[in-house]
């Protein structure tokens, strides 16, 4: 274990001997999110309240969906993994007394720490200075959120380890890339939460594993789950990501073995 | 000159050869992208579903704007973006020195043979929704109205060109550049709704430093009469002005940032 902490450091050391270039980043992030702002308040202009929700609940929304939730930069972790294991590189690690996805994962921990510090946590006190950001709905729903959150890190984790995986038999890292990303704009509700989705359609949508990236960690900020439901999509949400961490082992092992045959 | 039309399509051809070696990988890489941008406009009709118009704005209209924006980006950044992205790259490698020993624009050499071929995707999505939206918005079609569309459409592919140039060519100055791309695709996806929705700072920033607007909202909130934020009356004319003198610009730019090259490879 404190190996991977060891790792997880290591990343976040990293990242700060790049700091100067962290400037873009947040100023990229802070257009973003007052751009968000400014498209609910123009749609809200003359609603009090859509389908239950109010405009400073969708700005706390938006600030949320474009900082803490997008604060990780998933489509790199698909080219390194891509990368390493379609040039053969990644033989280096299997030398090494270590758990190639776990060292991923560590890493991958300290690259989003330094990214919540360094950018998500300036940018939301800028926003909540400028528009105001509302607080949790209770203890309980500020509580689950940290733990909504972390899983929407470990799911998006993986979700993009199952991709870089791929790209070992697919041959092409950026395809996957393009159409996980496809897939998270419309059905994550990191932007459009999926309560504003056709009633038809939200059933499915909330169930799918993509909700758990950005609707349901915000839902439950907002106090939009009760008690028991908040326990049910977590327990839900635990279950995806049991589900896609035995298929990224799978796909590892198949991958490495895949290596050990050719010989590197 | 004449050896300069005969090197380009050559470039072109070479580019476009090593490409097909991977056909497969190029045509899914197009299939990608071509279903993330309609997941993208997809979002935006689920929130027209619910709240109808935005800053106005219907869906069709949205659709419009969206599908411009798209489609001049994608003609502007065929012959820029990834090019002048790498300028980077080969500065710090030093690998930038080849281009200028070479018997040709160093300018013409990158963006010719590397002509990106791989918007295809953007543009077949771009112009197809973009002709369904063009059916919906109620333009009075006449030569006037197409001779328009027509120029500012160019005139957008060229100002997207021109500012990815600048901000490609300030790497010989100051070797990075990748971090006024983050900021520029940043301000990109907000070319893509109505400017009159935004701050005032933002639709300055969007006019001015960045002035994307141009690309986008300007022209097409012309092309269907409606009021322009900030220019007024002068949105129409200025924005087919627009390409054109940023063209000129990022030639001077270009110059310019040549002339303070020094290498840092080596």
Same mark, same amino acid.
């Given at each position: 274990?404190?190996?991977?902490?060891?790792?997880?450091?290591?990343?976040?050391?990293?990242?700060?001997?790049?700091?100067?270039?962290?400037?873009?980043?947040?100023?990229?992030?802070?257009?973003?999110?007052?751009?968000?702002?400014?498209?609910?308040?123009?749609?809200?202009?003359?609603?009090?309240? &859509?389908? #239950?929700?109010?405009?400073?609940?969708?700005?706390?929304?938006?600030?949320?969906?474009?900082?803490?939730?997008?604060?990780?930069?998933?489509?790199?972790?698909?080219?390194?993994? #891509?990368?390493?294991?379609?040039?053969?590189?990644?033989?280096?690690?299997?030398?090494?007394?270590?758990?190639?996805?776990?060292?991923?994962?560590?890493?991958?921990?300290?690259?989003?720490?330094?990214?919540?510090?360094?950018?998500? &946590?300036?940018?939301?006190?800028?926003?909540?200075?400028?528009?105001?950001?509302?607080?949790?709905?209770?203890?309980?729903?500020?509580?689950? @959120?940290?733990?909504? @959150?972390?899983?929407?890190?470990?799911?998006?984790?993986?979700?993009?380890?199952?991709?870089?995986?791929?790209?070992?038999?697919?041959?092409?890292?950026?395809?996957?890339?393009?159409?996980?990303?496809?897939?998270?704009?419309?059905?994550?509700?990191?932007?459009?939460?999926?309560?504003?989705?056709?009633?038809?359609?939200? #059933?499915?949508?909330?169930?799918?594993?993509?909700?758990?990236?950005?609707?349901?960690?915000?839902?439950?900020?907002?106090?939009?789950?009760?008690?028991?439901?908040?326990?049910?999509?977590?327990?839900?949400?635990?279950?995806?990501?049991?589900?896609?961490? #035995?298929? &990224?082992?799978?796909?590892?092992?198949?991958?490495?073995?895949?290596?050990?045959?050719?010989?590197? | 000159?004449?050896?300069?039309?005969?090197?380009?399509?050559?470039?072109?051809?070479?580019?476009?050869?090593?490409?097909?070696?991977?056909?497969?990988?190029?045509?899914?890489?197009?299939?990608?992208?071509? !279903?993330?941008?309609?997941?993208?406009?997809?979002?935006?009709?689920?929130?027209?579903?619910?709240?109808?118009?935005?800053?106005?704005?219907?869906?069709?209209?949205?659709?419009?704007?969206?599908?411009?924006?798209?489609?001049?980006?994608?003609?502007?950044?065929?012959?820029?973006?990834?090019?002048?992205?790498?300028?980077?790259?080969?500065?710090?490698?030093?690998?930038?020195?080849?281009?200028?020993?070479?018997? !040709?624009?160093?300018?013409?050499?990158?963006?010719?043979?590397?002509? =990106?071929?791989?918007?295809?995707?953007?543009?077949?999505?771009?112009?197809? %929704?973009?002709?369904?939206?063009?059916?919906?918005?109620?333009?009075?079609? =006449?030569?006037?109205?197409?001779?328009? $569309?027509?120029?500012?459409?160019?005139?957008?592919?060229?100002? =997207?060109?021109?500012?990815?140039?600048?901000?490609?060519?300030?790497?010989?100055?100051?070797?990075?550049?990748?971090?006024?791309?983050?900021?520029?695709?940043?301000?990109?996806?907000?070319?893509?709704?109505?400017? =009159?929705?935004?701050?005032?700072?933002?639709?300055?920033? %969007?006019?001015?430093?960045?002035?994307?607007? !141009?690309?986008?909202?300007?022209?097409?909130?012309?092309?269907?009469?409606?009021?322009?934020?900030?220019?007024?009356?002068?949105?129409?004319?200025?924005?087919? $002005?627009?390409?054109?003198?940023?063209?000129?610009?990022?030639?001077?730019?270009?110059?310019?940032?040549?002339?303070?090259?020094?290498?840092?490879?080596?």
């Amino acid at each position: 274990m404190s190996k991977y902490l060891a790792f997880a450091q290591s990343a976040l050391q990293t990242q700060l001997a790049y700091r100067g270039q962290v400037w873009a980043a947040w100023f990229g992030r802070l257009i973003q999110v007052f751009a968000w702002i400014a498209i609910w308040m123009a749609v809200y202009k003359d609603a009090g309240s &859509v389908n #239950g929700v109010t405009l400073p609940e969708m700005i706390t929304y938006a600030v949320i969906g474009s900082t803490l939730i997008t604060a990780w930069d998933w489509r790199k972790l698909i080219y390194t993994l #891509g990368n390493s294991v379609t040039s053969g590189d990644v033989a280096i690690y299997l030398l090494k007394p270590l758990r190639f996805p776990l060292y991923l994962f560590a890493t991958e921990c300290g690259n989003l720490t330094y990214r919540i510090a360094a950018i998500a &946590v300036p940018v939301i006190i800028v926003a909540t200075l400028t528009y105001g950001v509302l607080p949790p709905a209770s203890l309980f729903h500020g509580l689950m @959120f940290l733990a909504f @959150f972390a899983l929407s890190f470990v799911l998006m984790f993986l979700m993009a380890a199952l991709c870089g995986l791929l790209a070992f038999w697919l041959m092409t890292a950026f395809s996957l890339e393009w159409t996980l990303q496809g897939i998270l704009s419309l059905l994550s509700g990191s932007a459009i939460p999926l309560w504003f989705f056709p009633d038809a359609a939200q #059933g499915l949508i909330k169930l799918l594993p993509s909700a758990w990236i950005g609707y349901h960690p915000i839902a439950v900020y907002l106090g939009k789950t009760t008690v028991s439901e908040t326990w049910f999509y977590f327990t839900l949400g635990l279950g995806w990501a049991g589900l896609m961490a #035995g298929g &990224v082992a799978l796909l590892w092992r198949a991958a490495a073995t895949r290596i050990t045959v050719q010989g590197g | 000159m004449q050896q300069a039309f005969r090197v380009i399509p050559f470039l072109v051809h070479l580019y476009v050869k090593s490409r097909m070696e991977y056909r497969s990988a190029f045509l899914l890489a197009i299939g990608a992208q071509f !279903f993330s941008y309609a997941c993208g406009f997809t979002s935006l009709w689920v929130m027209l579903l619910r709240f109808d118009t935005l800053g106005g704005w219907s869906w069709p209209q949205l659709a419009l704007l969206f599908s411009f924006q798209l489609l001049t980006y994608s003609l502007g950044a065929a012959t820029s973006f990834v090019q002048l992205r790498d300028i980077e790259e080969k500065v710090r490698l030093g690998t930038f020195d080849t281009l200028l020993v070479k018997p !040709f624009s160093p300018w013409a050499y990158l963006v010719f043979s590397g002509l =990106n071929i791989g918007y295809a995707g953007h543009i077949a999505l771009a112009a197809g %929704l973009m002709a369904w939206a063009l059916t919906q918005v109620g333009v009075d079609w =006449n030569f006037g109205t197409v001779a328009y $569309l027509v120029a500012a459409t160019i005139s957008a592919a060229m100002v =997207n060109a021109a500012i990815i140039t600048m901000i490609g060519a300030t790497a010989f100055i100051v070797v990075q550049s990748s971090h006024l791309y983050t900021i520029f695709f940043g301000v990109w996806e907000l070319s893509r709704y109505p400017l =009159n929705i935004f701050p005032a700072v933002l639709q300055w920033t %969007l006019l001015t430093i960045v002035p994307l607007g !141009f690309a986008s909202y300007v022209p097409m909130a012309y092309l269907i009469g409606k009021d322009i934020a900030v220019l007024g009356s002068w949105g129409g004319p200025l924005s087919l $002005l627009a390409g054109p003198v940023l063209v000129l610009l990022a030639m001077a730019h270009w110059r310019f940032a040549i002339s303070k090259y020094q290498g840092a490879g080596g």
